[in-house]
């Protein structure tokens, strides 16, 4: 089964009105391959969420950049799955590792998170990684196994899940895997769900890559067999971030060859 090219821009915490606006003009205006050879999904702060989506072209898509574990309710400062299928919301990142990280969410708080934005009808991107320690004491596997182990636990449909690697060590460092780095974890990942989940979803799932991804080294890492897109952080603010879009007919020309 052909896989899609996926492209998600994750603009993290930063933006103004003024910026956000500038940002979604430049996209608008961008000749990109059309959405039968990629799918380009863009993920803003909640505050922008709405303006976004009244701007932003009609290939593109939308994503939240995390939404809380169940139902809402007296959870103060949380967002629910609920209000993000309410604003017209497909899409939401869950378990990107600087919340892991910093906030602590552990392997079963992230499936959870996953498997109620799932019920609810959105659309997951779920991130998994591991930190340069871990890396370098080879155990990299590992800890990506646990964590996806963690989400087919408590998911019983693929369909509508991106699988995100992101090495915690080059997310915003300037440090990049490796393309053989990248396709080795990717390879792994993919063999992984064949195992442990099924050949189906194995061949039909998107593994995408996430790590100071730029217009440099983009074509690069999309030739790989098993790298089917790029969650971009920093890039995806800058004009840059349409090459990445762009690195998505690799894997046309690669198809026709």
Not at 155 to 164: D, G, P, Q, R
Not at 222 to 237: E, I, K, R, T
């Amino acid at each position: 089964m052909a896989r899609k090219f996926f492209v998600g821009g994750n603009w993290k915490c930063n933006g103004t009105v003024e910026e956000v606006k500038k940002i979604v003009t430049t996209l608008s205006k961008a000749e990109v391959p059309s959405e039968d050879v990629v799918e380009v999904v863009i993920s803003p702060p909640f505050v922008f969420l709405p303006l976004v989506k009244t701007l932003l072209r009609r290939d593109f898509s939308i994503a939240a950049q995390n939404c809380w574990v169940r139902k809402g309710g007296a959870f103060t400062g949380e967002v629910s799955a609920e209000m993000l299928v309410n604003l017209g919301i497909p899409w939401v990142i869950l378990g990107h590792s600087e919340r892991r990280l910093l906030l602590n969410e552990s392997n079963d708080f992230v499936a959870g998170k996953v498997a109620y934005a799932l019920s609810q009808g959105l659309k997951v991107i779920a991130c998994v990684g591991e930190t340069l320690e871990q890396r370098e004491s080879g155990s990299t596997m590992v800890v990506v196994a646990a964590q996806t182990k963690a989400i087919a636990e408590q998911v019983t449909h693929w369909s509508n899940i991106v699988l995100a690697y992101e090495p915690v060590w080059a997310i915003g460092t300037g440090k990049v895997a490796t393309p053989a780095q990248a396709q080795q974890v990717h390879f792994e990942l993919r063999k992984w769900l064949h195992v442990n989940v099924g050949a189906e979803v194995a061949a039909s799932t998107r593994i995408i890559y996430g790590g100071s991804v730029n217009g440099a080294n983009c074509k690069e890492l999309a030739a790989q067999p098993d790298v089917d897109g790029f969650l971009v952080g920093g890039a995806s603010l800058k004009p840059e971030f349409i090459d990445i879009i762009k690195s998505a007919t690799v894997k046309t020309t690669a198809k026709s060859e």
